[in-house]
């Protein structure tokens, strides 16, 4: 039972590359989130999902695309990268929205 | 807009003493909840209090609600230096949109 996992756990990319961050949950759980991390902020959500082939945007969704066509997997893709989406990105899943959340480890993105 | 502030933005205690942090919200909520975060790790669910509790126990932590003053206290008690890490309150008012404060960095001195 390994939770929530998130792939790659670092990644430099430069500005107006894309890439997809990946997160995977083995729990079996309906509801999924990426958060963005910045020092002093907390974090903020970005997008989430309430099931299956259902997604919707958080407060900061500007830059980020989701999709969610397994329960299982829910990968963050950056269009076109900004040295402002440089932060931490985490994935949380849990069996139903405003019940505890289980996190991944998070990935680390520095944009140049 | 983020929902929930902590204070004090950092606290240092000494080995054994308790560590008390706060957080204020602006709307109503289902619930809040607080967890922990370890330097480099993802966020630990702690504790979850409902709308219509007002105070909860869990180990060595105690947390209050008081949903007049829209604030939420967490206790921490006899410290240990495996408690050095932050804390976040989260509020949830029902919306699938857990908003979280920034957090209260806790250093526990040996």
């Known amino acids: 039972n390994a939770g929530v996992t998130q792939t790659p756990k670092f990644q430099v990319l430069k500005t107006g590359q894309s890439m997809t961050l990946q997160c995977a949950q083995d729990?079996?759980?309906?509801?999924m989130s990426w958060y963005r991390q910045d020092p002093g902020m907390g974090l903020r959500l970005i997008h989430y999902s309430v099931g299956a082939g259902i997604t919707d945007q958080g407060e900061v969704p500007n830059g980020y695309n989701v999709s969610r066509s397994t329960t299982e997997d829910f990968p963050l893709r950056l269009l076109s990268a900004a040295p402002s989406q440089t932060s931490v990105y985490f994935c949380a899943s849990s069996y139903r929205g405003g019940v505890p959340q289980h996190f991944g480890d998070g990935t680390r993105l520095s944009i140049l | 807009s983020q929902q929930g502030e902590e204070d004090p933005q950092a606290l240092s205690i000494q080995e054994g003493e308790n560590a008390t942090m706060n957080c204020s919200y602006k709307?109503?909520?289902?619930?809040l909840q607080w967890y922990r975060q370890n330097s480099g790790r993802g966020l630990v669910h702690l504790i979850l209090i409902r709308s219509n509790e007002r105070e909860k126990h869990s180990g060595r932590l105690r947390v209050t609600l008081d949903t007049s003053k829209k604030s939420s206290s967490l206790l921490i008690t006899a410290s240990r230096a495996a408690d050095t890490a932050s804390y976040f309150c989260?509020?949830?008012?029902?919306?699938?949109?857990?908003?979280f404060g920034a957090g209260t960095t806790v250093t526990v001195r040996a």
């Open positions: 989260a509020t949830d008012a029902g919306d699938y949109k857990l908003s």
């Open positions: 729990m079996n759980h309906e509801y």
């Open positions: 709307t109503s909520i289902n619930n």
